[in-house]
Structures are given as C-alpha cells and as structure tokens.
C-alpha cells in the first residue's frame, strides 16, 4: 500500500496568513493527489484534484503544487472559513489512501 | 444540486450484518464510480469500496475483503454497503461518496454527511 505522510499534523494562524501543508507518499503516484478540506461535523470536500487542478467553486487562493513524490497545497491570505482539517489523498493505486490530516487553527 | 444520502447505520453486536444504503440524486447517477470511505469519529479518513458506473467492477479494502459488498442499481439512483461478519474496528461514519468520472477513479468530488455504524456487544 501507498502511504501518505502528511505535515504538519497541526498549525495555528491568523486570518490573513499564508499556509502551506505537505503530503509525501511512500512511492510514485505521478499527480494522482487529492486535497479535501473538513469542518467539524461535516463531510469532507474536494479542494484540488490531480495535484493542481482546482475543484469548481473552489476560490483561487487555494493552490497545489508536486515535486516529485511530495506534494503541497497553499492556501493565501487565509479566511475566517479556512479553520479546518485538510487531508490529502492518492487516486494511483488500490487501495486509495489518505494522509492523517492537518488541522489548521486560529492563532 | 448533488445529494447523497445514506441511510442504514445502527448499532449491531460483533459478527453481526447490516445494509448501507445511499440515495444520490442532481446528477445523471450512471455516468459515475461511486465508493464508501469511512472514518472514525475525530479521526482519519479510510476507504472501503468503489463500483464503476454499471457495477461490472468492484474493489474492496484488504480490511473488509470477504465480509463487505458494494453494490449499485442505476435504476434506483443508489449505492450499497453488504457488511458482514461485523468487527469492534469497523466501527465508524460512513460517507457515501462520488467519483469524478464514469471508472472508479478515486477522486472523490462529493460526499454525503455519513451514516453511523456502531459495532459493539
């Protein structure tokens, strides 16, 4: 199985801040990346989808970048709604995997 | 709009079954892979299953390998979990989910807000 390592497991910022997480997988996946963002009690949602690509109606200040087998995703001049968990996720291989998750909080 | 709804988590004791069920609707449902990923409360996510746009193609975890089913009916607009042979860590929400594209492509672009399924004597 891919494993995905995913850092920081937590940050603390302020409202205007620019964040970046990390997602390094255990072997090749290409740019078969997904980044999802969860609020408490909520589902997850699809952010950025083959490393880069954003989802519809996801603003503009999310971005994801792939250097080689790690991955990124930023996310500029953070909002009040930013204040979440973000997971990763590769879609190469079965089984699809998932990093730990990163909880992005107020400072 | 897309909507998943799924239904059919209870509490069941170990080596119990139980039918998920998830009703999908907004979107033309046979031009989509469908999966389940499940995650304990406060923890990480897990996938379970995927199933292709006609239900010709299933995957399964190694975890619920030989215990858990995916199924599909298109005329129904809805997705299915068969668990069987329940265990204390299949314990967790289980989030209807679909796939970008007519394969089980395992970008998984909406989700359903989960159903709780509690394995426990």
């Known amino acids: 199985d891919i494993q995905m390592t995913q850092s920081p497991s937590s940050l603390s910022a302020s409202v205007g801040d620019t964040v970046t997480i990390t997602c390094r997988a255990s072997q090749t996946i290409a740019s078969f990346l997904n980044w999802y963002l969860q609020k408490p009690g909520k589902a997850p949602k699809l952010l950025i989808y083959a490393a880069s690509t954003l989802q519809s109606g996801v603003p503009s200040r999310f971005s994801g970048s792939r250097f080689g087998t790690d991955f990124t995703l930023t996310i500029s001049s953070l909002q009040p709604e930013d204040f979440a968990t973000y997971f990763c996720?590769?879609?190469?291989?079965?089984?699809?995997?998932f990093g730990g998750g990163t909880k992005v909080e107020i400072k | 709009e897309v909507q998943l709804v799924e239904s059919g988590g209870s509490l069941v004791r170990p080596g119990g079954s139980l039918r998920l069920s998830c009703a999908a609707s907004?979107?033309?449902?046979?031009?989509?892979?469908m999966s389940w990923v499940r995650q304990v409360p406060g923890k990480g996510l897990e996938w379970v299953s995927s199933v292709n746009w006609n239900g010709g193609s299933t995957r399964h975890a190694d975890s619920v390998k030989g215990r858990f089913t995916i199924s599909r009916d298109n005329a129904k607009n809805s997705v299915y979990l068969q668990m069987n042979s329940l265990r204390a860590e299949d314990t967790a929400f289980y989030h209807c989910?679909?796939?970008?594209?007519?394969?089980?492509?395992?970008?998984?672009?909406?989700w359903g807000q989960g159903t709780l399924v509690t394995v426990s004597a």
């Open positions: 996720q590769q879609s190469y291989s079965i089984p699809r995997t």
């Open positions: 907004g979107f033309t449902f046979d031009d989509y892979g």
């Open positions: 989910t679909r796939d970008r594209g007519i394969a089980a492509t395992g970008v998984f672009d909406f």
